[in-house]
Nanobody, 121 residues
Framework: QVQLVESGGGLVQAGGSLRLSCAAA????????TGWFRQAPGKDREFVAA?????TYADSVKGRFTISRDNAKNTVYLQMNNLKPEDTAVYYC?????????????????WGQGTQVTVSS
């Protein structure tokens, strides 16, 4: 079983920045496609970004968020800049067992516990 541990969430004012980390147990875990999803209270979980050999982003975060990977640390990051109140949510990282990048949560097998991001106006 792949263990994913998220960190970096917190409270930030609109326009500020946070960097989320997703550390994966296992030497090769970060070689699989990894995604970030978020879920706000009363709303469905939505796709944010994913990385494998390339990256993809939800339209709502393009130009503001950057996903990256450090294979030596087996960690995937989500750099979030110019945060908006609508970015407030619990953020989850997840890993697939197939090689294609996907925005669909149902295709991801292993999930972290989530980290809270709150953006004040």
């Amino acid at each position: 079983q792949v263990q994913l541990v998220e960190s970096g969430g917190g409270l930030v004012q609109a326009g500020g920045s946070l960097r989320l980390s997703c550390a994966a147990a296992g030497r090769t875990a970060s070689n699989y496609p990894t995604g970030w999803f978020r879920q706000a209270p009363g709303k469905d979980r939505e796709f944010v970004a994913a990385i494998a050999w390339s990256t993809t982003y939800a339209d709502s975060v393009k130009g503001r968020f950057t996903i990256s990977r450090d294979n030596a640390k087996n960690t995937v990051y989500l750099q979030m800049n110019n945060l908006k109140p609508e970015d407030t949510a619990v953020y989850y990282c997840a890993t697939k067992l197939s090689w294609n990048i996907s925005p669909h949560a149902s295709e991801y097998i292993y999930w972290g516990q989530g980290t809270q991001v709150t953006v004040s106006s």
